[in-house]
């Protein structure tokens, strides 16, 4: 691209993990890069690459039309958006603050859509734009401990698909990407929230699986293939609605297509034993043997 042909960038959630990733690709791939997250001090980085910074709050409706500002107040445009800022919060229903329910609402749901209602208008006056939603396969599929998580997740795959339509007369594109498994913050978050809240619980035998599927996001896929998909959606003079990474995700949400209700419960409840079990052996302590 030549300097007049840069493509102009807001990435959400660019502090860390995911976020932080795909602001790095859209550099690499020649994109005028403005990261938005609270943690600005954890940006240092992307800035030194050649990335503007902002500080965002996707909670704080004032810090979101500042951010949006001084891009438009800078750039002139907003060619992209990319909706990265979220976070899993675990625990059982009924043991979940309905507070934390809400913030997590707040984060995942309510600041992603905000975000896409403040860059709309220049987008569609431009008669283009891009707004990429990272959702997850957690917005397809379901499991236990993580009820308020999915719920939002839902959520984005639903707006997502009303903005879509809504604004494809206007040459706008609404992309959805769903991350499977993905080394990042996010699980430790979960498991911290998790464990939170699940020390009174009535849901123990269910929380120890979670606890440990989350405890094992060692060999978990690199955010790599989440900045993938980005870019790739947007190279494409028409990009594909979903975009799932990596190949894991699609698997379970197309078993989660295929397989009615009841198997899948079936299905998840076994996952869960086997991870009781696995978790229970790793627990207990080594025997030894008596002396002689």
Do not use: C
């Amino acid at each position: 691209m030549t300097t007049n042909e840069r493509r102009v960038a807001l990435v959400t959630g660019a502090s860390a993990g995911i976020g932080k990733t795909i602001a790095q690709r859209l550099l690499r791939d020649g994109w005028i890069v403005y990261g938005g997250a609270r943690r600005v001090e954890q940006m240092r980085d992307l800035e030194a690459a050649g990335a503007r910074i902002v500080k965002l709050d996707v909670t704080d409706d004032a810090s979101m039309q500042a951010a949006v500002a001084a891009v438009l107040g800078r750039e002139g445009r907003i060619d992209a958006l990319v909706n990265s800022a979220g976070y899993g919060s675990y625990g059982a229903l009924e043991d979940v603050a309905i507070a934390e329910a809400r913030r997590q609402f707040d984060v995942n749901v309510f600041g992603l859509v905000r975000m896409a209602q403040l860059v709309l208008p220049g987008m569609r006056a431009a008669r283009r734009g891009t707004i990429i939603n990272i959702s997850s396969m957690g917005g397809r599929i379901w499991m236990p401990i993580g009820g308020w998580y999915h719920a939002t997740k839902h959520a984005v795959e639903v707006l997502s698909d009303a903005l879509r339509v809504e604004t494809r007369p206007f040459g706008v594109d609404v992309v959805v990407i769903q991350p499977g498994a993905i080394a990042s913050e996010w699980a430790g978050v979960a498991a911290r929230t998790l464990a939170a809240s699940a020390a009174t619980s009535a849901y123990g035998d269910q929380i120890a699986p979670m606890a440990a599927i989350l405890g094992d996001y060692g060999k978990a896929a690199s955010p790599e293939v989440v900045a993938d998909a980005v870019g790739k959606a947007l190279a494409a003079r028409r990009p594909k609605r979903r975009y799932a990474a990596p190949f894991e995700s699609r698997m379970l949400m197309f078993m989660r297509w295929l397989l009615p209700d009841w198997a899948w419960e079936r299905m998840v409840a076994r996952e869960m034993r086997t991870r009781a079990k696995s978790a229970a052996r790793a627990a207990k302590p080594p025997t030894t043997a008596a002396a002689a």
